[in-house]
T-cell receptor, first 118, second 116 residues
Framework: DTEVTQTPKHLVMGMTNKKSLKCEQH?????MYWYKQKAKKPPELMFV???????INESVPSRFSPECPNSSLLNLHLHALQPEDSALYLC?????????????????FGPGTRLTVT | AQKVTQAQTEISVVEKEDVTLDCVYE???????LFWYKQPPSGELVFLIR??????QNEISGRYSWNFQKSTSSFNFTITASQVVDSAVYFC?????????????FGGGTRVLVKP
């Protein structure tokens, strides 16, 4: 099973709303990721969690707040977003890279949440 | 700093034609991994292949084949006998072994349109 699920599929929110995006995987992966993708652009990394700890924050504005409650779940809390934050938000998971062997594993992506901020 | 360039932004072919997607990368690391992903109109990125920097063997998987050449820092992807279902955006990506957290650097993507 190489499935990553994301909910909701679509989300429309006002600039004063608070909402959350959810991501789940049951592949035993210990690394999970949030990406943002604008139209006709490649995905841009936002956050990386490794063993439930935040390991990378790509200077993302604080109106985006990630959370990793356990090894299978990843949330992205949204508050006071701007219209330019409208995008496809992708979650991914992978085995954690091995610093000893230098092995890096492929990431498996969910179908994404298409977010529109009005 | 690592960089991936996909010079072709869009390729249009007729069904059954072969199509080759170019990918050129830059990295200072000797150990790195290269990936190809497919993104159909539905939006989900689908993993196609992973290759490490020490394995220069070409690979074939059904109608897909990959040509990795370290000498030219290229990792090209060919779809043989294309089908309409191959229509998608294809991304090449690079990850350096020394980087934290499996960080992927994507190329700009190549949109492939296969016409019946």
């Amino acid at each position: 099973d190489t499935e990553v699920t994301q909910t909701p599929k679509h989300l429309v929110m006002g600039m004063t709303n608070k909402k959350s995006l959810k991501c789940e995987q049951h592949m035993g992966h210990r690394a999970m990721y949030w990406y943002k993708q604008k139209a006709k652009k490649p995905p841009e990394l936002m956050f990386v969690y490794s063993y439930e700890k935040l390991s990378i924050n790509e200077s993302v504005p604080s109106r985006f707040s990630p959370e990793c409650p356990n090894s299978s779940l990843l949330n992205l809390h949204l508050h006071a977003l701007q219209p330019e934050d409208s995008a496809l938000y992708l979650c991914a998971s992978s085995h954690s890279s091995s610093r000893t062997s230098g092995t890096i594993y492929e990431q498996y992506f969910g179908p994404g949440t298409r977010l529109t901020v009005t | 700093a690592q960089k991936v360039t996909q010079a072709q932004t869009e390729i249009s072919v007729v069904e059954k034609e072969d199509v080759t997607l170019d990918c050129v990368y830059e990295t200072r690391d000797t150990t790195y991994y290269l990936f190809w992903y497919k993104q159909p109109p539905s939006g989900e990125l689908v993993f196609l292949i992973r290759r490490n920097s020490f394995d220069e063997q070409n690979e074939i998987s059904g109608r897909y084949s990959w040509n990795f050449q370290k000498s030219t820092s290229s990792f090209n992807f060919t779809i043989t006998a294309s089908q309409v279902v191959d229509s998608a955006v294809y991304f090449c990506a690079l990850s350096e072994a020394g980087a934290a957290g499996n960080k992927l650097t994507f190329g700009g993507g190549t949109r492939v349109l296969v016409k019946p």
